[in-house]
Every structure is written in C-alpha cells, then in structure tokens.
C-alpha cells in the first residue's frame, strides 16, 4: 500500500484557507494551522508550487484590500453606526422583547494626510514631496557616502 504524504493529507485539502489565512496570520501560525513544522512548510512552499501560488494570491489580494482601505482613509469616509436599544416585558433576564429602537448615525472620518501622501509617493511616478532643502539633504548625504566609498578603496 502506498503511503500517503503528509503534504496530501495536511496541507493540500487547505489550499483555498491558506489563500485567506495570509491577510490575517503570518507563514509560521499557518504553518502550525497545518500541524507542520515552519520548516517543514517553507520545503514544501519550494517542492510544491500550488503552496507558493496559494501565498502569493492570499498576499495579492491582501494588497489590494489594504490599497482600497488607503484611498479610503486617503479621502475621507462616512461610516454608518447603528445601535439597537431593547425594551423588554417585564425582566430582561426572561428575554421577552417588546420592542426595539434602532439609531443609525454616520460618523465622518476626514481626510488622511499622511495616507494622500503614502499613496501619491507609491502609486504616481510624477509626484515628488521633495523640496529644495530635502534634495539638498540628500545630494550631501551621497556626497558623503561616495567619500566614504571612496576612502574604504
């Protein structure tokens, strides 16, 4: 009888969890999700490609999720609140309802700086939050860094 390889029976029927997994757990607690060593994982991430796809989507996906969440913080946001009061019959402990109330408010959430900034630097080649005293900084900082490679030759 042929045997069955753990990477079969452990990690293969859970491709699709992993792809999920990866926006809220590292490599190592997957890994332990499995019942497998961390590098017991990391041989089967190089021996079996469907693992590493299984990674790279749950990371792509993951990116794009935090790319949305970014723009949104980015912009500014309305966020609904709602909030449920229960008027009961007699003592609450029984659990009988009469009737409920249901508020709903929007909280504003303004616009991040810091997020605008993050995302022109990385998402649009033309912008540049370099001003003059900034370039200067780092041409002096090259400067001293040729020097240094220089002297160590």
């Given at each position: 009888m042929p045997r069955?390889?753990?990477y079969d029976e452990l990690v293969k029927?859970?491709?699709k969890n992993i792809t999920e997994w990866v926006s809220d757990l590292t490599e190592g607690q997957i890994a332990r999700r499995?019942?497998?060593s961390t590098t017991t994982f990391k041989a089967y991430k190089d021996k079996y490609p469907e693992l590493q796809d299984a990674l790279t989507k749950g990371n792509q996906n993951l990116i794009e999720e935090l790319k949305s969440i970014m723009k949104q913080t980015a912009k500014g946001y309305y966020k609904e609140n709602t909030k449920t009061r229960y008027h009961y019959i007699g003592d609450p402990a029984d659990g009988k309802i009469e009737s409920a109330d249901v508020e709903v408010n929007k909280q504003w959430y303004p616009p991040n700086v810091a997020a605008a900034n993050m995302l022109l630097k990385n998402l649009d080649d033309t912008w540049s939050d370099n001003d003059a005293a900034t370039r200067e900084n780092k041409k002096?900082?090259?400067e001293i860094q040729q020097q240094k490679a220089d002297n160590a030759i």
């Open positions: 069955i390889c753990r029927p859970y491709l499995l019942g497998v002096k900082q090259l």
